[in-house]
C-alpha cells in the first residue's frame, strides 16, 4: 500500500518562502511520477508541478514557473515543492499524489494515491 506524507504547509506573509516535502512508503517505488496539486477554498483542485522518479522530467504549472519548483531525493524517497514569493492567492490546501502516468502529469485523474494535504496560508 503506497502513502504519502506531506509536510512543511504553515502560515507565511506575502513574499515569504515555504517548502513542502512528501514522504512516500514503501521505498520501493520504481517508476512512480509524483505530483502536488492544491485546492483553495469554493475552488477546483488544480496542478501545481510533478516529477517523474527518475527526475528526469519535470513540469509546472505556467502561472506558478519562475516561483515553484519541484524536486526529489529517491534516497529519502521524498519529493520537495519550493515556494517562493509567495501571495495570497496561494493559500491553498496542498496535496500530494502519486502514481505511474502514462498520460500528462497535470491531470489529477491520473493520480491513484493521495496524501492528506498541508494546509498553506500566505498572508498579506
Known amino acids: 500500500q503506497v502513502q504519502l506524507a506531506e509536510s512543511g504547509g504553515g502560515v507565511v506573509q506575502a513574499g515569504g518562502s515555504l517548502r513542502l516535502s512528501c514522504a512516500a512508503s514503501?521505498?520501493?517505488?520504481?517508476?512512480?511520477?509524483m505530483g502536488w496539486f492544491r485546492q483553495a477554498p469554493g475552488k477546483e483542485r488544480e496542478f501545481v508541478a510533478a516529477i517523474t522518479r527518475s527526475g528526469s522530467k519535470t513540469d509546472c504549472a505556467d502561472y506558478l514557473k519562475g516561483r515553484f519548483t519541484i524536486s526529489g531525493d529517491n534516497a529519502k524517497n521524498t519529493v520537495y515543492l519550493q515556494m517562493n514569493s509567495l501571495k495570497s492567492e496561494d493559500t491553498a490546501v496542498y496535496y500530494c499524489a502519486a502514481d505511474q502516468i502514462m498520460g500528462t502529469m497535470r491531470a489529477s485523474t491520473a493520480y491513484h494515491y493521495w496524501g492528506q494535504g498541508t494546509q498553506v496560508t500566505v498572508s498579506s
Open positions: 514503501p521505498r520501493t517505488f520504481i517508476g512512480y511520477t
